[in-house]
């Protein structure tokens, strides 16, 4: 049983959802996403909201005389996957002249006017701030202007919106939009507008529903997670309020950041049964002097006190990051503190990036970005290789162990397999024997690689 923490404030009614207008032409519409699982779960909020006025939304693209490409702008080669995506539709609408073709997400926030130039045959580009006009959108398209939906709106949290998922065992619930932080280096606040919480009521509701919809896991979701205050209640009254749903079996959240990790938050991961002890911490650089013209608000000292303080709160806590190299000013002496305080950290994965300056940023504006793409090259070769072989240890050292596993899907490369991920996040991969998708099962690891821990089901 978790403990019960007495919420600071009652709950609020939950709120109703408003009638709408059935849509007099109703399309088959494709979504295809691109980036984050932010931009996963807007797809599915997209989906409610089309299928709810009425449109159909298709799973294949040949079935559809609507494509909404769902994008992402955090990197280049990112938006110049979509352009080239779009030079590919521009050749579909010229067979099929009536076809509807839109952008919607970051990188329609991100560049506007500019993404018209570049693709005068797109028929709308709307932002993350206006997914509720998608259905008038689709039936306003004329062939002459495109319908432009991009104004940021910071009162939008589309909480009254069902957003329609895929089956499956894993549910990404979005529980914050935005984000009030300005790292130097990213274009989320510009493209997401400022930061505002789902209120805990719907969300504890959404939970209920997902799992009358067969979900045994929900992943919260936020650019700051843990910055979540949804009327009064923080992030870790949400985890404790989540997590008592009746046959919710597992709660993680993605992606929090180091300055909002609060005792309140760190008491619920070690307190809560169903609350996995996982956590995805952003270091970005071991850097001090870095991390300060990145402006992420912490230290590269009180990062190292944190994740020290939750690994002795909560035991065996497993520990994600991600990392830049070759930010504006990063010096080889920088960067070896990164490199050091990865190796002292033993995190168990990483994402690891070399920077690339991205238009419209705090840092594109005032920033040099100075390091040679050579020197960013070898600093993240050298930390891919540091963290491969840590990953590769701390696996080695589960042979022998049982972990649970949550049976999600087949293996991807052997059909006699199933998949599944352990408390930790981490991929099992095991012969199905009788167990069957949804069912948590006890693996014991016979072999691991850096990504995967490989054994059998045992009773
Ligand atoms: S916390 Fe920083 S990196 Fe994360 S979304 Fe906000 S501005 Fe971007």
């Excluded at 790292?183 to 997401?192: A, K, L, S």
């Excluded at 991920?421 to 998708?437: C, L, M, N, Y």
Aim: charged residues 25%.
């Amino acid at each position: 049983m978790n403990p019960k923490i007495p919420l600071k404030t009652p709950l609020p009614l939950y709120k109703s959802a408003p009638t709408v207008e059935p849509i007099q032409n109703a399309r088959q519409i494709y979504i295809e996403t691109y980036g984050c699982q932010m931009n996963v779960s807007d797809s599915e909020l997209m989906a409610g909201i089309l299928t709810r006025s009425g449109h159909e939304v298709v799973s294949q693209l040949e079935d559809a005389n609507v494509i909404l490409l769902n994008t992402c702008a955090i990197r280049e080669n990112a938006e110049t996957k979509v352009i080239n995506r779009l030079k590919h539709l521009s050749y579909l609408k010229r067979k099929q002249p009536d076809l509807i073709v839109g952008v919607c997400g970051c990188m329609a926030q991100h560049l506007r006017k500019k993404l018209i130039e570049a693709a005068p045959y797109v028929d709308l580009v709307m932002g993350p701030d206006a997914y509720r006009n998608l259905p008038m959108a689709i039936n306003a398209v004329t062939s002459a202007d495109p319908f432009l939906g991009l104004k940021l709106d910071k009162d939008e949290d589309y909480a009254d919106i069902a957003p329609i998922r895929k089956d499956g065992v894993r549910a990404w619930l979005t529980i914050q939009r935005g984000c009030d932080k300005m790292c130097t280096f990213c274009i989320v606040p510009f493209v997401r507008g400022r930061e505002r919480s789902i209120p805990l009521s719907v969300l504890v509701d959404d939970v209920k529903r997902l799992v009358d919809e067969g979900f045994k896991e929900v992943v919260l979701l936020g650019q700051t997670v843990n910055s979540y205050h949804g009327e009064k209640h923080d992030f870790g009254e949400l985890l404790f309020a989540v997590s008592e749903v009746q046959g919710i079996k597992r709660v993680r959240f993605t992606s929090p950041h180091p300055s909002d990790a609060t005792d309140s938050m760190i008491e619920a991961m070690a307190t809560c049964d169903k609350v996995c002890k996982q956590i995805h911490l952003p270091l970005q650089s071991g850097s001090t002097k870095v991390l300060k013209a990145m402006r992420r608000t912490y230290t590269a000292e009180e990062y190292r006190e944190l994740v020290w303080k939750m690994r002795d709160r909560i035991p065996n806590l497993i520990v994600s990051t991600d990392v830049i190299v070759g930010f504006c000013g990063e010096t080889e002496a920088d960067f070896m503190e990164t490199y050091n305080l990865m190796a002292e950290v033993r995190y168990d994965s990483a994402f690891m990036f070399k920077y690339s300056s991205r238009e419209g940023t705090l840092a594109y504006k005032s920033l040099e970005d100075d390091v040679s793409e050579v020197e960013k090259i070898q600093r993240l070769q050298a930390i891919i290789e540091l963290q491969g072989r840590i990953s590769y240890e701390i696996n080695q050292e589960l042979i022998g162990d049982t972990v649970e596993v949550l049976v999600e899907g087949e293996s991807r490369k052997d059909v006699a397999k199933y998949q599944g991920k352990t408390d930790g996040f981490k991929t099992a991969v095991f012969p199905k024997a009788d167990s069957e998708i949804g069912q948590f099962v006890c693996v014991k690891v016979n072999k691991a690689t850096s990504h995967t821990l490989i054994g059998e089901i045992v009773a």
